[in-house]
Every structure is written in C-alpha cells, then in structure tokens.
C-alpha cells in the first residue's frame, strides 16, 4: 500500500536513478491545498505502483499558485511501464477533484553531485529553493563543468549563510539544463541570503563571476517552495 511521511527526500540516495521533477498550476493557495489532498487520497486508495517507485514528494509553492512534483525512480523503464499502465487514471481522479489543473512541464534527470558542509548535515530543510538553469543546446559536458564551478564557489565561499543547508544537483538527459535542490532552513534565509552584497546567492568573487557569466548560459529561474506530502510504499 501508500503511506504519508513527512521526512524530506534523500537527494544522495543512489538508488534513484531516474529522479523526476514537474510542475502543474493550479491557480490558488486553496486550490493548491486541494489537488495536494487529491493527489494523497487517490494514491493512497490504490496499491503503491511499482517496485522501481521510491517515493512521491510534491511541494507547494510560494508563488500560491503551482506545484512541484518530485517522483525518484529507480530507472526510466519503471516510469515508462507505469506511464502506460497506472498514470492517467490518477491523473483523471485528481483532475475530477480539482478541475483546470494545467500541468507544465516534466523534466528528466540524473544526479550528479550535491554540496553539503559538514557542519549542517542532518538539519531538516524549511524551504526548498530550485534553481533551473537554462543552456544554449545540449552539451553534458558543459552541464558537467558548469556544476564542478558552482561547487568550487560554495566550497571557497568567504561568506557562507548559515540558513543554506544543501546543494542538489541535477542534469536533464537532454543535456540541456541543469537544476539544483537547494535546501534552506526558511524562505527568509534564503531572501537574507539574495540581499547580501553580489550577484545572487554567493560574494562578489571570481569563482563567482565564472558561474554566472559562463559560456552558453542562457537563463536561470528560481523558485521557492514548502515540502506539503511524501508518499513512500508501504
């Protein structure tokens, strides 16, 4: 069967091979609430769907009208045998209790490498901050290089704010895009953090002028959001 936690994804968990991210938009802070509790009540009413599933996180988020989806496979054939047989009448069961929701976007991705300072091990997250970082055309090994820089510039960062916890990093298959988990101790923290002197997260260094001015880089979004359901087998 399906069971709630409330504990937080393992990002280094090596398991999961096939971790996936989406988002829907479903328009308001009570619609979010509601296509939250559809998605627990039509899960949990049903058997979990396949071994190759670890678990389910979705968040909300703080712009009060999309949501996060978070699946950790642990290969894209367990997705692709569930796509076929068990996703669309979820998805209808939700869409019934929540009608209109529009559902953006999936990404697929592989974990590369995470950035955890020892001392903040174990701390349990208030926000989640996903970066999504756009390329000019695939090219895994900018993808690549492009992560190793963002790690040298946390690693050497003079000014570290102590409300960053973690750093996740995920490359898209497609080699186009790279996207960070980043974990935070709260929304503030991370604002505190923005505000601080230089050009984002991170002093006004060369390693991080590097990272923000390199070659191909064409976008970067952030978004912030509350971890709101963990569904695990049972």
């Not at 997250?125 to 820089?149: K, L, N, S, T, Y």
């Not at 230089?198 to 191909?216: F, H, K, L, Y």
């Amino acid at each position: 069967m399906t069971r709630r936690t409330t504990m937080h994804p393992d990002l280094t968990d090596s398991r999961a091979q096939a971790p996936f991210f989406s988002t829907w938009r479903v328009g308001t802070p009570l619609r979010q609430r509601q296509a939250v509790e559809a998605i627990a009540e039509t899960w949990e009413r049903r058997p979990w769907p396949a071994d190759g599933l670890l678990a389910y996180h979705v968040y909300t988020g703080h712009d009060t009208s999309t949501l996060l989806h978070h699946s950790r496979w642990v290969d894209e054939q367990a997705f692709e045998a569930y796509l076929k047989t068990q996703r669309q009448e979820r998805v209808d069961e939700i869409d019934t209790a929540v009608p209109g929701i529009e559902r953006l976007w999936l990404g697929r991705y592989r974990h590369y490498r995470s950035h955890v300072p020892a001392d903040r091990a174990g701390r349990v997250p208030g926000c989640i901050v996903i970066v999504d970082i756009e390329f000019e055309g695939p090219d895994p090994e900018r993808q690549r290089a492009w992560v190793d820089a963002v790690v040298e510039a946390l690693q050497s960062e003079p000014n570290p704010h102590p409300g960053g916890i973690s750093a996740h990093f995920h490359l898209s298959t497609d080699g186009t895009r790279v996207l960070n988990y980043a974990e935070w101790e709260s929304a503030q923290a991370h604002l505190e953090a923005l505000a601080a002197p230089g050009d984002g997260i991170g002093s006004a260094t060369a390693r991080w002028e590097r990272v923000q001015t390199w070659p191909g880089l064409k976008s970067t979004t952030v978004s912030r959001y509350d971890h709101a359901l963990g569904l695990l087998p049972d």
